[in-house]
């Protein structure tokens, strides 16, 4: 039994529909690319950041993909690292999604940075006692692990589309890099260097992300934030959002829908991904209720402001509603029937955590760290009150344009989809 790669054919059925989603992409990419104009133009002018509030919209989308990232890095651990056969079809999913992720929240902060020309300082200057530098340190070991593994995970389906006429068989040729030999001895070197590449993956997947959490847990001067279950519940957000992502996309574009083994392969994921949700959500209920119970102004009062503040709909929308109540009952109503509500469901998780990620990021700057400063200055850049302006949702809708024509394209020219031959 062997892994084949087949190229995805979308049924006759959605292409008349796709002049107008690629019209609406471009669209999209026009209006976003307005945004990106006005950031490198003014800077931060045009954001809505405060002085007691300088993170934003574009650090929760970061700190939301990197949790995909991480997730679904792990899940294809899962295949490569554990041997579990049933999810042996999207390894080579999950390792692109994770790379695309990985990309995706590195540009999103990447805009947030104040001099964005300077990155590369964060190599050469870093602080080793500095859990950012650390950060970055660990995202660019990960970032070269993830190129690696996907081009062995690949390789000897390259060579095969490497005979295919056109632009897929050209591309295809390069990127074998002349590694041409599919033998079986070949083949197993492959397999090993997955399961070993794996193998030092995790615990870097797990130390990069749990360090995110890190990053907030450890800010003393900041009680909401400075809690021990933080990075254990990033790690757990990760699994959870990641495997939604891929349940997601598996249910959703994923060739030959119509068959038994892809409602398999959506239910043995959406099962993977629910159970996680559940843990995700049983650590939520221990940090708000141990909060609410000890009641500290200087902690509990940002979880207030989260539950009827300004903005309570960010979490009983996204967090309670879409993030829980809808997919869990989705999960339980479908019972495994239909892999479209399985992925509605999975796509709801997915909405669900970015608010939840606004939900990390913004409250832990709305409490004064001295009692009264809120009304001894009153100044708009001194507020402490938090909505994102045009421009940062313009850059939103550019970065989100972007990736969804990277991921198009790598799902249309690499062999990211695989089934089992006998």
Do not use: C
Request: glycine fraction near 8%; charged fraction near 10%.
């Amino acid at each position: 039994m062997r892994i084949q790669a087949i190229k995805p054919q979308f049924p006759q059925r959605v292409r008349p529909w796709f002049a107008l989603l690629a019209a609406i992409w471009v669209v999209a990419l026009a209006a976003g690319a307005v945004g990106v104009y006005l950031r490198m133009a003014t800077g931060h002018e045009a954001a809505n950041y405060t002085s007691s509030i300088p993170w934003g919209l574009w650090v929760a989308l970061y700190v939301n993909f990197i949790s995909v990232s991480a997730g679904t890095f792990l899940i294809s651990a899962l295949v490569y690292v554990f041997g579990m056969e049933s999810l042996a079809r999207v390894g080579k999913l999950a390792l692109f999604t994770a790379l695309l992720s990985l990309l995706t929240a590195l540009i999103f902060i990447w805009f947030d940075i104040g001099h964005m020309q300077r990155f590369w300082m964060l190599y050469t200057r870093g602080n080793p006692m500095s859990m950012m530098a650390w950060m970055v340190w660990l995202y660019t070991a990960y970032f070269v692990l993830l190129v690696v593994e996907l081009w062995f995970a690949i390789r000897a389906d390259l060579v095969e589309w490497a005979r295919r006429p056109g632009f897929v068989g050209w591309l295809a040729a390069r990127l074998t890099l002349g590694r041409t030999d599919v033998s079986a001895a070949a083949l197993a070197t492959d397999h090993n260097v997955l399961r070993v590449l794996g193998a030092f993956g995790v615990p870097l997947a797990v130390a990069f992300h749990g360090g995110v959490g890190a990053l907030f847990g450890v800010v003393g001067a900041r009680p909401f934030w400075n809690a021990p279950l933080y990075p254990v519940m990033f790690i757990v957000a990760a699994l959870v959002s990641g495997g939604a992502l891929l349940t997601a996309v598996v249910a959703f574009f994923w060739p030959r829908r119509d068959t038994a083994e892809h409602r398999d392969l959506v239910n043995t994921l959406a099962m993977i991904t629910l159970g996680l949700l559940a843990i995700y959500l049983i650590l939520l209920w221990a940090e708000y209720s141990i909060t609410f119970y000890a009641d500290i102004p200087a902690s509990a009062k940002p979880l207030y402001q989260v539950l009827g503040g300004p903005y309570p709909w960010v979490f009983w929308v996204f967090t309670v509603a879409l993030g829980g109540v809808l997919p869990i009952a989705l999960f339980f109503l479908n019972a495994g029937r239909s892999t479209f509500l399985a992925g509605l469901a999975s796509a709801a998780i997915v909405l669900g955590f970015i608010g939840n990620r606004l939900n990390v990021v913004i409250p832990g700057f709305i409490q004064p760290q001295l009692e009264g400063l809120d009304t001894a200055f009153i100044e708009s850049r001194l507020g402490y009150s938090y909505f994102p302006s045009p421009m940062e949702w313009l850059v939103v809708v550019f970065v989100a344009a972007l990736s969804v024509g990277l991921f198009y394209a790598g799902y249309r020219l690499l062999p990211l989809v695989t089934e089992k031959e006998a």
